[in-house]
């Protein structure tokens, strides 16, 4: 049902941008047609698709390090709660930092090649993904923690085994937020300064006012990001028994 409404608004959306662009005729340059954006995509489709699988490495390869990064970060800072609250504020204080501000040091770091593009969707990934699952390893319910202290189990067997299976409803949440936003850290990366990519796609045919080439790539990323949040969401439809069990107790309980 939601995606027949998704549909039905995505076409209310073109069909309104096809009238105001013949009832106002504004110039190609300023707003091109979804016409044009179509016939830029089917005109360019090799040149464009060669730019597409440019930013998708970059956009996979900083997805898979910045979930891994974040999940062991946040494991770390719950496991050792003394150097966590030493490191969390400082984790806390990049995050406030705008990835625009990040993007221009990199590239000066890392250079113009592939690693400044992983390394910003990295930490586009990273800090959703360590902030719900280190809040998820902290809420585990107090009566299975003092039910877990009966045993003979020790601290680090109680998070290996016990916090950390009941926790990862809230690392999947993180992901699931994150995954989406991948692309923009890529993107970001390659405007500042790329050789190839939809970014640098999108800088140069703006420099050149083919703005029906940038919405072009504008198209190509947000359907990357749609089908990202999609995979995923398929990927964990499957979840074992015990995040839906552990879903119904935090709704009880709240």
Known sequence: MQSRFAALGLFLLLVSWQLAVQVFSPPRYLLPSPLAVVQALVGQSGFLAHHTLVTLSEI???????????????????????AGRLAWPIILILQTFPVFVLAPIL????????????????????FPVASAFADGLRRTEPAILEAAALTRATPWQILVRLRTPLALPALVSGLRVAVPLAPLGAVIGEWVGASAGLG????????????????????????????????????????????????QQTQLSS
């Open 200 to 247: 640098f796609v999108m800088v140069q045919a703006n420099a050149r006012m083919q703005t029906d080439t940038v919405f072009a790539a504008m198209t190509i990323l947000a359907l990357t990001s749609v089908a990202l949040r999609l995979g995923f969401d398929r990927l964990v439809k499957g979840r074992p028994h015990w995040a839906t069990e552990t879903e």
């Open 60 to 82: 996979l390869a900083g997805l898979i390090a910045g979930s891994i990064f974040g999940a062991a970060v946040a494991f770390l800072v719950v496991a050792f709660p003394r």
């Open 107 to 126: 590239v000066l770091w890392l250079g113009f090649g592939m690693a400044s593009k992983v390394m910003m969707t990295t930490l586009v990934i990273f």
